[in-house]
C-alpha cells in the first residue's frame, strides 16, 4: 500500500514538474499583477506570494475547470 502511495506521489510530482517547465510564470505573474489590488500595508492575515496564488488558481482550472 504504501509503495502505490509513493508511485502516485511520485507521478504527481513529475507532472508538476512538466508543468512547470513548459509554463512561463514569470511572464504570466507579470500580467496578473497588474490587476493584483493586495496591500500588504493592511493588517489581517499575512498576504500569501502572488507566485504561489497563480500557480494554484492554474493548477485548479486543470483539475476543476472554472
Do not use: Y
Amino acid at each position: 500500500m504504501e509503495i502505490n502511495r509513493s508511485r502516485k506521489a511520485s507521478r504527481v510530482s513529475m507532472k508538476l514538474e512538466q508543468i512547470n517547465n513548459i509554463v512561463d510564470w514569470q511572464s504570466l505573474l507579470e500580467m496578473v499583477q497588474i490587476v493584483d489590488r493586495t496591500d500588504a500595508e493592511k493588517g489581517g492575515c499575512p498576504h500569501k506570494d502572488l507566485l504561489v496564488k497563480v500557480k494554484m488558481l492554474f493548477l485548479q482550472s486543470l483539475f476543476i475547470g472554472f
